[in-house]
């Protein structure tokens, strides 16, 4: 009988069909043509239908020679990176925006533009894989990232 399978690689096998990826965008502004925020109005983030493969948890099992590894794979945090210089560390899913918050910031995941301009935000979803088996253990971090283009444009006031 040959040596037994590496843990760790039977985790690594575990990871592959897990199929993780980053959040799907959204915003509000919406990133998309025709919408405009303003400088100084609260932007909402958040993870659009977070699901197994977009924000976990989610586990799976390796096996090889009658062995067995499980892994559980879950986001720890989504960093954002607005485009302006600034970044915005989010630990949540995010609060979706409805209109009945107004001009209300969000609760748990938002940022405000202080210059106009388009600004290409990339949103990083930060994982953690933590696997056990074959009495050993460990963590495999990884990261995915999605990026959307929002435009913030400034609202001027005339008097006469």
């Known amino acids: 009988m040959g040596a037994p399978p590496d843990p760790r690689t039977l985790a690594q096998q575990a990871v592959a069909v897990m199929n993780l990826r980053a ?3 959204g915003m509000v502004p919406e990133p998309r043509p025709g919408r405009v925020g303003l400088v100084g109005l609260p932007v909402w983030m958040w993870a659009q239908d977070p699901d197994s493969s977009t924000w976990g948890p989610v586990t799976r099992t390796a096996s090889a020679a009658g062995f067995t590894v499980t ?3 879950k986001v720890t945090k989504v960093v ?3 485009g302006d210089g600034d970044t915005v560390v989010c630990r949540t899913p995010g609060t979706v925006y409805e209109d009945r918050f107004g001009m ?4 748990d995941c938002g940022h405000t533009y202080v210059r106009q301009g388009k600004h290409q935000v990339r949103a990083t979803s930060y994982w953690q894989v933590d696997w056990s088996g074959m009495g050993q ?4 971090p990884l990261s995915f990232s999605d990026t959307a283009l929002v435009t913030i444009g400034e609202a001027q006031v005339l008097t006469q």
């Open 137 to 140: 253990s460990g963590s495999i």
């Open 104 to 107: 209300k910031s969000s609760p």
């Open 71 to 73: 892994a559980t794979a």
């Open 80 to 82: 954002w990176a607005m």
């Open 23 to 25: 959040v799907r965008i």
